[in-house]
């Protein structure tokens, strides 16, 4: 019985945030912002069809990151069954043996980097699978595995530095109103990046000299596989050049490089090479297809390469379009109940967004200090980021609901306020009970809400006292 309540713990976590975005259009009215005011409505009741017909339209609205993790779970199946993928995970993993801090830290700046600055931090979920088989090899702790990797995500969620879907959405919203840059104030999220990433791996190497010691759980390897290719001729070497291929072409594929870093080269190159004439034809054009310029790519460019990477591997390891098939069956399978998790966390964001109780929520709060100094109440209101963060999932969706509102009422600190949603968002997705990269990591490796909330409370009350002191010294 434990077992199965560990099991399903966290499908049961979900669907309690589900229930409670849910009541609470019950009890409280619906409200927009609208310039500096509100306007508040009735209440509207989510009822029974409303339930069930939003919880299914979830399913369309984000079919795009469902299909990413069903290709994620096919391609990583494929890769566990070629011996040269063992291989190459088996000599990394001798290769730190003995130096299990140093790889820790080192994987989890690198997360923690790529995912501050690139357009989809999502995508990074890619390489994840890859790692943990790693340290699954070096026989570290779950908790471990899950901070060096999904943590580590979160990490630079907190610390956007570059990000578009972050920091690009803050201008996005706020730029209409008030002038807003990737440069503005990025001395200070550099700051945020450097301080969450230093405390949050203090608590690893701390963790990890405890989990010496102790009889802590041992990583289990969802993609492991029982028996590997029979005909496998793929050698370590031939596997990490299609792997390193696949993680470049990612990484290059969703850097920000026109919106953040004002740079033209990948369109200039795209142009080039499709452009090139082969006998008068231009043929690269052709066999690429209507293929955007890197740092253009939506969710679905990184699904295409993984499907090209296993045909590859098919070729290199010569595997049967059967056991191809069968692995993708397998991958299917063992990332079930990740998408459930998954799209029970954005139905509590759908209902959040159609069925707008938050704002109504978040004006009472700051009401409460309409005597105040315009100071305090901006030291106050990452309260208000944090407790809408809750129920956001993604940033945009917090900047929507109460960003403008709050850039309105206090018009000369836009930018102030811009950085503490974000970084609110950050923080609340560190510990959210619809957190969808946080619960889908805890179920990747087998780690309960409350084992996950035991380890991680200290470390968020940590960065919220600092997001307040930032924001007592650039207010």
Excluded at 231 to 258: D, E, H, M, Q, R
Aim: charged letters at 10%; hydrophobic letters at 55%.
């Amino acid at each position: 019985m434990k077992e199965n309540e560990k099991k399903h713990g966290l499908v049961k976590v979900a669907g309690i945030m589900v229930l409670i975005s849910v009541l609470l259009t019950w009890v409280v009215p619906q409200g927009t912002f609208q310039g500096s005011g509100i306007t508040v409505t009735e209440i509207t009741r989510v009822g029974i069809f409303d339930f069930f017909t939003y919880g299914l339209l979830g399913m369309y609205y984000f079919t795009v990151l469902v299909t990413f993790l069903f290709v994620l779970g096919a391609f990583y199946q494929v890769l566990s069954k070629t011996k040269g993928y063992q291989n190459l995970t088996n000599s990394i993993a001798k290769k730190f043996n003995g130096k299990e801090i140093l790889f820790t830290l080192v994987v989890s700046f690198l997360i923690a980097a790529i995912s501050a600055v690139t357009n989809e931090y999502f995508v990074v979920l890619s390489i994840v699978p890859f790692i943990i088989t790693i340290m699954n090899k070096m026989k570290l702790d779950k908790i471990t595995g899950f901070v060096t990797t999904f943590g580590a995500i979160l990490v630079g969620v907190l610390g956007s530095v570059y990000s578009t879907k972050v920091v690009g959405m803050s201008i996005n919203y706020f730029s209409q109103y008030h002038e807003i840059t990737y440069s503005t104030l990025l001395w200070v999220r550099l700051v945020m990046f450097a301080v969450s990433y230093i405390a949050f791996n203090v608590f690893t190497v701390l963790h990890m000299k405890k989990a010496r010691k102790g009889n802590s759980e041992m990583i289990t390897d969802l993609f492991a596989s029982t028996e590997t290719n029979a005909n496998s001729k793929s050698g370590a070497l031939s596997i990490a050049i299609v792997f390193g291929l696949f993680a470049i072409i990612t990484l290059l594929a969703y850097l920000p490089w026109t919106e953040a870093f004002n740079t033209k080269w990948t369109t200039n190159a795209l142009e080039a090479i499709t452009g090139a004439e082969v006998f008068g034809s231009p043929i690269f054009k052709y066999i690429l297809g209507n293929v955007t310029a890197f740092g253009q790519w939506d969710i679905f460019g990184v699904q295409i390469v993984m499907l090209v990477s296993i045909l590859v591997i098919k070729l290199i390891d010569k595997m049967s379009m059967n056991e191809v098939i069968e692995s993708f069956g397998e991958g299917f399978k063992k990332v079930g109940k990740i998408v459930i998790i998954l799209l029970l966390c954005y139905v509590v964001l759908e209902f959040s967004v159609m069925f707008p109780v938050l704002p109504t929520i978040v004006d009472w709060f700051l009401g409460l200090f309409k005597n105040a100094s315009e100071k305090l109440v901006l030291v106050i209101s990452p309260v208000a980021g944090l407790f809408t963060s809750l129920f956001t999932v993604e940033y945009q969706y917090t900047a929507s609901l109460i960003g403008l509102y709050l850039g309105n009422v206090h018009p000369d600190f836009y930018s102030q306020i811009a950085f503490m949603l974000q970084s609110t968002f950050g923080l609340a997705s560190m510990f959210s009970p619809a957190s969808a990269i946080l619960l889908m990591g805890l179920s990747y490796l087998g780690i309960s809400y409350k084992e996950w909330m035991k380890y991680i409370w200290k470390y968020v009350v940590l960065m919220f006292a600092v997001i307040i002191v930032l924001m007592i010294i650039i207010c």
